[in-house]
RNA sequence: CGGGGCGUAGUAUACCGGUAGUACGCUUGCUUUGGGAGCAAGAAGACCGAGUCCAAUUCUCGGCGCCCCGACCA
């Protein structure tokens, strides 16, 4: 994409009402747009990073046999009441509003119960088990304060998976699956080392919950790590009891400050019960579904990615997420060649053109700036969108054929010639 | 929800009970081009409502919004 078309412009100054770092960045940068108080636009550079992660995401989800559906915002009230989650007094944060038609709705905030009830059509036999459904939607929370930037919004986009087993044994097999599909998107996304699987409480549904924790002073949760075994445990449960009952010790535990990127439940029978969903098993026995789900933020994890690896130029993407693989920067400047060093600029720019042309014509995704500004304005505005690579076409470049390659982590320079720019 | 703070051009900010200033950005022109360029000219602003006052962007009250600390986060 040439720059010059792209509409969002970048600023030298954070927002003013902004503190945490991945909002200032992505604000600057022109990747989001705060419209209120936790509730943020995604703009083109921002989106295209929001859907790397996304497919990252999907790919592991269907790798372990996920199948993708998307269900509905709107929430039916009878439905949540059969399960005891529609009282405000039992959530706190629904968001409702009512129908004109009479009676009340509210905003999702989670999936369990209408997917639930969907299954409730479709799985009646043990041949119909398991299943493994997942959806990327738009969550509602109506949070008192939101916070974080795009890691603790009132609206936010969430990867929820949930899986219908037949029976503990079966259930725990797919657990352990979903578990290494996690890991998998942490180090496909670049925060594996920093990511934890953390032992946490399982609320109404189970004794323990596993969160995945990517440590980071930006993060709300405190947890405490064990860095030999990989695993910690979240400071709401971390008692004697548990730390003996997961097999670890006192001393070897470490205080870290973290944000929770995804996390996983047992429902056990908590759904399934109360919704009907019900199996005929080899015997004729009827028995409830075994339940679990499996909640992954998207848009928190991008938030997570700025805040371990922005440095103090701006963003800073892996690969895998970048918006584009390459940022083209051009010091020429299409023009009168009779006038003095016009000639040269114009060089420059039809060198870069071209060289954009062959780029985008070998599949590479390359953001082209063919701006006609100052050449510290594109190198400070090139630093701030945090594209892994950026090449530049200067002088040199015409006369050569050597182009400056400049890694953007970490800042090392590679002079290469132009066909290995493709490889 | 408890406590605190703040609302001034697109952005970041200053001052002031009497004509609202600066920087970036924007427009036009010329110059400039390897790290957010220079000169000149220009467009653009007081959250909403009520009150006090000769006069309110400024003081008071209410509303709305935003931020921070805490609480909350199935």
Redesign the pocket.
Known sequence: MRQSQLFT????????????KNAQLLV?AGYIH??????YSYLPLGLRTLNNIVKIIREEMNAIGGQELVMTALQDKELWSRTD?WDDEK????FKTSFKSGGETGLG??H?EPLTRIMTEHISSYRDLPVYAYQFQTKF?N???????IM?GKEFLMKDLYSFSKDEAEHKAFYEKAREAYVKIFNRVGLGDQTYVTFA?????SEF?EEFQTVSDAG??TIYVDESKKIAINKEICTDEVIAKLGLKREKLIEKKAI?VG?I?NLGTRFSEPLGLSYTDETGVHKPVVMGSYGLGPTRLMGTIVELMADN??LVWPESVAPFSVHLVS???E?DPS???GAE?DEISKTADTLYDDLVKAGVEVLYDDR?????????????LGIPK?I??????VETGIF?V?DRAT?N?VETPRAELFA
């Open positions: 412009k970048t600023r030298r100054e954070a927002p003013a009402d902004e503190v945490a600057r705060k419209e209120m108080a936790g509730v989650r959530v706190d944060n629904w905030i989670t369990e929370r949070e008192l304060r939101a916070k974080s930037g603790r409480s399982g609320g109404i549904f919950s709300e949760d929770e996390n439940f130029k701006g010091l020429g400047k023009g006038r003095r060093g600029a006609d500004n100052s050449v510290g304005q594109k190198f400070a505005e090139s630093d701030l950026r530049v076409v200067g002088k040199k470049s400056e400049v800042g320079v």
